[in-house]
């Protein structure tokens, strides 16, 4: 059974930063594609960026140029780096991993 934990969100001004961090457990983070999602108030969940089993990375249009998708195969862990937030990034951010979801973790984009 596929257990995902997402963290590292949090409130953070325009332009700034944060890493967050998608912990798996029952299933090797590099043995399939692992994508990161987000869903903002009152809309639908939006793809964010995609690590492929062989390493091939894939981005949003809303977050191309200034996001980094990597994974770290001794903690099973993929992170995702954001940098100079919008507030339009305001969202619940999830991981998945085989067809399934972590909790999610909160990124709230204010001044």
């Known amino acids: 059974q596929v257990q995902l934990v997402e963290s590292g969100g949090g409130l953070v001004q325009p332009g700034g930063s944060l890493r967050l961090s998608c912990a798996a457990s029952g299933r090797a983070v590099s043995s399939e594609n692992v994508q990161w999602y987000r869903q903002a108030p009152g809309k639908g969940r939006e793809l964010v960026a995609v690590?492929?089993?062989?390493?091939?990375?894939l981005y949003g249009d809303s977050v191309k140029g200034r996001s980094t998708i990597s994974r770290d195969n001794a903690t099973n862990t993929v992170h995702l780096q954001i940098n100079n937030l919008k507030p339009e990034d305001t969202a619940i951010y999830y991981c998945?991993?085989?067809?399934?979801w972590g909790q999610g973790t909160q990124v709230t984009v204010a001044s």
């Open positions: 690590i492929g089993h062989l390493g091939t990375t």
């Open positions: 998945n991993l085989s067809m399934s």
